[in-house]
């Protein structure tokens, strides 16, 4: 089976990758670490610089990273993050005179895969990525493409009912859930893989 | 081989196309097959399994509004739940936050309700969850 070309993250892992591919994983994902760093008790205005920072980090490093189990992505962002802000309170001695640090907290219970705070990342990593993603490819579909992908391939409901629904040919759903998923992987498959 | 396996794509091909995995050339002749054969038409629809596909649904569904009237298939409908508004769910700045409360560490933001907060914008809120000052809904993670 011949399958279809490289995702962004091997884009962007390859020698001399587009400024484009830069671009995208920068515009997906500065509203998102820039949301979580505002989230870090006593960071306040510096957050939105160190976002920037932790995605010059990102883009160093990323040659390195390699995708070990499914989530890695993501995981290894968070990771990334939580060194750059630990990073960034050690060079400034960022800790409380005395008593309970809890940017300190805030951080370990981040870096820690099984914390709820760390799922709560995970999660809203996804669901700002699907969206990010959907919001890019959408303008390259016609819309009943996308409402047929919408239906079939997201809601889940069966071919026949959306061709139906929408005129169409099951085949022409089945096709429209193909061609959306493909142009998706494309775009970004693997932050979500 | 016999005259199934020579006619129709495998189930493996036909799983990668309704993935989106296959090629432009291998996914058009699919495609072609696709229209002359109700069989495979079938036994594509029904190969689901998909994790890439099972992120989506489940990322769309937690970033889905209360109201299903967003998944009609108008191209407006669908801007607004491409584009969606994950800020308006998403825990405010603690730099917003009021004295005393952006410290917190046995409790955890989980959004802002809006000044002069409602009974009804608090009810989605369960479990451990308070609200501060009819202003921030909270929850106790580390009790939960």
Same mark, same amino acid.
């Given at each position: 089976v011949t399958l279809t070309s490289v995702s962004l993250?091997?884009?962007?892992?390859?020698?001399?990758?587009?400024?484009?591919?830069?671009?995208?994983?920068?515009?997906?994902?500065l509203p998102l670490?820039?949301?979580?760093?505002?989230?870090?008790?006593?960071?306040?205005a510096e957050s939105a610089d160190l976002a920037q920072e932790v995605l010059v980090v990102v883009f160093r490093e990323l040659p390195r990273f390699e995708r070990q189990r499914q989530g890695?992505?993501?995981?290894?962002?968070?990771? !990334?993050?939580?060194? @750059?802000? &630990?990073?960034? =309170? +050690?060079?400034r001695h960022r800790r409380p005179a005395a008593g309970l640090d809890p940017a300190a907290r805030f951080l370990e219970r981040?870096?820690?895969?099984?914390?709820?705070?760390?799922?709560?990342?995970d999660q809203d990593h996804d669901k700002h990525v699907v969206q990010k993603l959907l919001a890019i490819v959408q303008p390259?579909?016609?819309?009943?493409?996308?409402?047929?992908?919408?239906?079939?391939?997201?809601?889940?409901?069966?071919?026949?009912?959306?061709?139906?629904?929408?005129?169409?040919?099951?085949?022409? !759903?089945?096709?429209? @859930?193909? &061609?959306?998923? =493909? +142009?998706?992987?494309?775009?970004?498959g693997d932050l979500l893989e | 081989m016999d005259a199934h396996a020579k006619l129709h794509p495998t189930d493996q091909t036909l799983s990668s196309y309704g993935m989106g995995k296959l090629d432009d050339a291998l996914a058009e002749a699919v495609n072609q097959h696709l229209e002359t054969c109700p069989d495979c038409r079938r036994r594509v629809a029904e190969?689901?399994?998909?994790?890439?596909?099972?992120?989506?649904?489940?990322?769309?569904?937690q970033g889905r509004p209360d109201s299903p009237s967003h998944l009609i298939?108008?191209?407006?409908?669908?801007?607004?739940?491409?584009?969606?508004?994950?800020?308006?769910?998403?825990?405010?700045?603690?730099?917003?936050?009021?004295?005393?409360?952006?410290?917190?560490?046995?409790?955890?933001?989980?959004?802002?309700?809006?000044?002069?907060?409602?009974?009804?914008?608090?009810?989605?809120?369960k479990g451990s969850c308070i609200s501060v000052g009819n202003r921030f809904s909270l929850n106790s993670p580390i009790a939960a």
């Open positions: 993250l091997d884009r962007l892992k390859a020698a001399g990758p587009d400024a484009s591919d830069w671009n995208r994983l920068h515009a997906v994902y670490i820039e949301r979580w760093l505002g989230r870090v008790p006593g960071l306040g890695s992505f993501r995981a290894w962002l968070r990771q !990334v993050t939580v060194n @750059k802000i &630990r990073n960034y =309170r +050690r060079q981040l870096a820690d895969s099984n914390d709820d705070l760390a799922r709560e990342w390259d579909f016609n819309p009943t493409t996308w409402a047929a992908f919408q239906r079939f391939g997201i809601e889940g409901l069966p071919a026949a009912k959306v061709a139906e629904e929408l005129g169409f040919s099951i085949n022409a !759903v089945v096709l429209a @859930k193909s &061609r959306v998923l =493909r +142009r998706l992987r494309e775009e970004a | 190969l689901s399994s998909d994790p890439f596909l099972d992120r989506l649904r489940d990322a769309h569904a298939s108008s191209t407006a409908g669908l801007s607004m739940l491409a584009i969606g508004n994950p800020s308006s769910q998403a825990p405010p700045p603690a730099s917003t936050l009021p004295p005393g409360l952006a410290d917190r560490t046995d409790y955890r933001v989980l959004r802002e309700l809006g000044q002069g907060g409602t009974a009804s914008s608090t009810r989605t809120c």
